[in-house]
């Protein structure tokens, strides 16, 4: 199976909008002023994915560009939550509700 198309199937992205997305929140980060007429590229090769991926990918782009001396005006972080809604409001109204919160899921949680 290719886990890269997992990972993009199980957040319901395109791999161009989890480009983007990348894209954007380093871009906003970098000290772009200190570097003109410099094209700053990351890549990022997903070979295997048990979840995460996304938030995985802008923590080690953020490290990558820490790494080269990037100068940056802030440091993005990422993770992965999934809110999962249970019916059962334990005290008998109907509208309540309870909530499940998983943090760094796995792809199958996902």
Excluded: H, W
Excluded at 8 to 24: I, N, P
Excluded at 56 to 76: F, I, K, R, Y
Aim: charged letters at 25%; hydrophobic letters at 40%; glycine letters at 10%.
């Amino acid at each position: 199976s290719d886990d890269a198309g997992a990972a993009k199937a199980a957040y319901g992205a395109t791999e161009r909008e989890v480009e983007r997305f990348l894209a954007d929140a380093l871009a906003a980060t970098i000290r772009t002023e200190a570097y003109p007429r410099t094209v700053i590229e990351v890549v990022v090769q997903i070979l295997k994915s048990d979840g995460s991926a996304i938030g995985t990918a802008l923590n080690a782009s953020v490290l990558s560009l820490l790494d080269a001396g990037v100068e940056m005006v802030g440091l993005p972080v990422a993770t992965t939550c999934l809110v999962n809604e249970d019916g059962s409001g334990g005290d008998g109204d109907a509208d309540s509700k309870k909530f499940e919160l998983r943090l760094d899921p796995c792809a199958e949680e996902e």
